[in-house]
């Protein structure tokens, strides 16, 4: 089974504080995305990058940056949190068309 | 702009019931419609998905009705059970490899 993992469960931060959420799967595969989960606008696309060292945004980049170093490894940075970057924090890995999520990040910024 | 629409943001069916979700999309690009669950403390995963040269795809008790000149898509489930009971996402792509999601609905299904 494909397995991404997401480093923390919960975070809870101070506004203006530098976040990093750490992603990473276990399959190999060439396509990684960062997606933020709110009640009521579904999954929006933060990040995502093709191979290593590339990067695309994504619909709502603003605030975010990432990086990727290794294929298996896909770093979401908030620079400077604010409470408005509250949310639930979606890593995701993709194989042909499908999606593999891991379980998530909740961020409180405080 | 929300390019994918779904509703409702919320359900409610009694167990053996018919669940009915609904979504429509803008963007006539759009080649592969996949719907995901997801259950509580869990990413979403992939549940059924389907490609416009085709108007239905069942698979179990799930089926999914497409109506490419309405743009519209939508998930059905026969016979609903309470482990049925999580939030469902649409989504549509282009196949550029990004995947553009509807707002969910949370499915409750009641014993």
């Known amino acids: 089974d494909v397995k991404v993992t997401q480093s923390s469960r919960y975070l809870v931060k101070r506004t203006g504080e530098k976040v990093f959420l750490e992603c990473v799967q276990d399959?190999?595969?060439?396509?990684m995305f960062w997606y933020r989960q709110d009640p009521g606008l579904g999954l929006r696309l933060i990040y995502f990058?093709?191979?290593?060292?590339?990067?695309e945004k994504g619909d709502i980049p603003e605030g975010y940056s990432v990086s990727r170093e290794k294929k298996e490894r896909f770093s979401l940075i908030l620079e400077s949190a604010s409470t408005n970057q509250t949310s639930m924090y979606l890593c995701?890995?993709?194989?042909?068309?499908?999606?593999?999520f891991g379980s998530g990040t909740q961020l409180s910024v405080l | 702009q929300q390019q994918v629409k779904q509703s409702p943001q919320s359900l409610i069916v009694q167990k053996g019931g018919i669940s009915i979700i609904n979504c429509a999309y803008e963007?006539?690009?759009?080649?592969?419609f996949p719907w995901y669950q997801q259950f509580p403390g869990k990413g979403p995963a992939l549940l059924i998905a389907?490609?416009?040269?085709?108007s239905e795809k069942k698979e179990g008790r799930f089926t999914i009705s497409f109506n490419k000149s309405a743009k519209q898509f939508s998930l059905h489930i026969m016979d609903s059970q309470p482990g049925d009971s999580a939030t469902y996402f649409c989504?549509?792509?282009?196949?550029?490899?990004?995947?553009?999601f509807g707002q969910g609905t949370i499915l409750t299904v009641h014993p």
């Open positions: 995701a890995s993709r194989l042909n068309e499908k999606l593999f």
């Open positions: 399959m190999d595969h060439e396509n």
């Open positions: 990058s093709y191979d290593v060292k590339m990067k």
């Open positions: 963007n006539t690009a759009f080649d592969y």
């Open positions: 389907i490609r416009p040269d085709v």
């Open positions: 989504a549509a792509s282009d196949g550029g490899g990004k995947l553009t």
